[in-house]
């Protein structure tokens, strides 16, 4: 048991390491050159501007590593679902809008309640 969860614990580090390797390559080319699948497994990181995919790979990059040195690479996990759920949401036109500071009070309607 304890060889086969080494096992699947090294093919989960591999797979990271070409996902960011695949990232990576994709990030030396023009914003403009890229397509959505350059991203690899990490597509949902092209709803981001570039530097904050380069502190993704930051943090990655750093993540990997120290799971690679360990048994457990779970951290990997939740860092990947922190950023897929920062990515879900800039994904909605109108969150994306209120994160940036594009909307203003002319932009909303007070709702009363009916009751």
């Known amino acids: 048991m304890l060889r086969e969860a080494r096992l699947e614990h090294v093919a989960a580090i591999r797979d990271y390491a070409v996902a960011y390797l695949t990232l990576d390559t994709a990030m030396k080319r023009a914003r403009g050159e890229r397509r959505t699948s350059d991203y690899g497994p990490w597509a949902f990181i092209s709803v981001f501007d570039d530097d904050d995919i380069d502190e993704f790979l930051q943090e990655i990059n750093d993540a990997i590593v120290r ?43 007070e709702v009363e309640d009916q009751d």
């Open 67 to 109: 799971a690679a040195s360990g048994e457990d690479h779970s951290t990997v996990d939740e860092l990947i679902h922190q950023w897929q759920m920062g990515a879900r949401t800039l994904s909605d036109p109108v969150a994306r809008e209120i994160l940036s500071g594009t909307t203003d009070t002319s932009d909303w309607l």
